[in-house]
């Protein structure tokens, strides 16, 4: 199975920061890289599709870059409706797999 | 709006049965595969079955191989999730999803999530 490693496990900023998440990945899984959003009791929402573009409806705030195994996203300036959990999610090869995801929180 | 809907959940023994479905409305529903995923309390998101838009090919992920099946009726726009022998490990609150493009197979982002059903296994 493709692991995949997210960082940091959780983090906390302030409104306006600029806030980088990495995921890399066990083996070379290409552009084959997803970003979700999860707010507490709500369904994951699909945010960046492979690896750097912008799903339709999300705010440009929100972006992704990296191919091969190394990947980051980015949120150019925090808004307090981004706090939530994010994952990364590959789907290379099966079984999909997730990052373990990355808790985000307003300081 | 594009929308999936999940129902089934509930709390079973272990060893019990429990079929889950997920009803899909305003898109071309055979046109598109579809996926369940998990995630048990507190914990992150776990793929647990996918399947083409056909019904013609299934995967699943090795936790639950030769104990759930996954299906589709195109004509009721629904999916479902046949799952036998439950373990407490199963517990969780599970999601349908649309694949974004795919047709076939489970490779592509996950753009239409459904509120997740849960399920307990407990004695």
């Known amino acids: 199975d493709i692991q995949m490693t997210q960082s940091p496990s959780s983090l906390s900023a302030s409104v306006g920061d600029r806030v980088t998440i990495t995921c890399q990945a066990s083996q070379d899984i290409s552009n084959y890289l997803n970003w979700y959003q999860q707010k507490p009791g709500k369904a994951p929402k699909l945010l960046i599709y492979?690896?750097?573009n912008l799903e339709t409806g999300v705010p440009s705030r929100f972006s992704g870059s990296g191919s091969g195994t190394d990947f980051t996203f980015t949120i150019s300036s925090l808004q307090p409706e981004d706090i939530g959990t994010y994952y990364c999610q590959q789907y290379d090869n099966l079984p999909i797999t997730f990052g373990q995801g990355t808790r985000l929180e307003i300081k | 709006e594009v929308q999936l809907l999940e129902s089934g959940g509930g709390l079973v023994q272990p060893g019990g049965s429990l079929r889950l479905s997920c009803a899909a409305s305003r898109f071309t529903f055979s046109n598109y595969a579809m996926t369940w995923v998990r995630q048990a309390p507190g914990k992150g998101l776990e793929w647990v079955s996918g399947?083409?838009?056909?019904?013609?090919?299934?995967y699943y992920a090795d936790s639950v191989k030769g104990r759930f099946t996954i299906s589709r009726d195109n004509s009721k726009n629904t999916l479902y999730l046949q799952m036998n022998s439950l373990r407490a490990e199963d517990t969780a609150v599970y999601y349908c999803?649309?694949?974004?493009?795919?047709?076939?197979?489970?490779?592509?982002?996950?753009?239409?999530w459904g509120q997740g059903t849960l399920v307990t296994v407990s004695s």
């Open positions: 999803a649309k694949l974004r493009i795919a047709a076939v197979g489970p490779y592509d982002a996950f753009d239409i």
């Open positions: 492979d690896a750097s």
């Open positions: 399947m083409g838009g056909s019904g013609g090919s299934t």
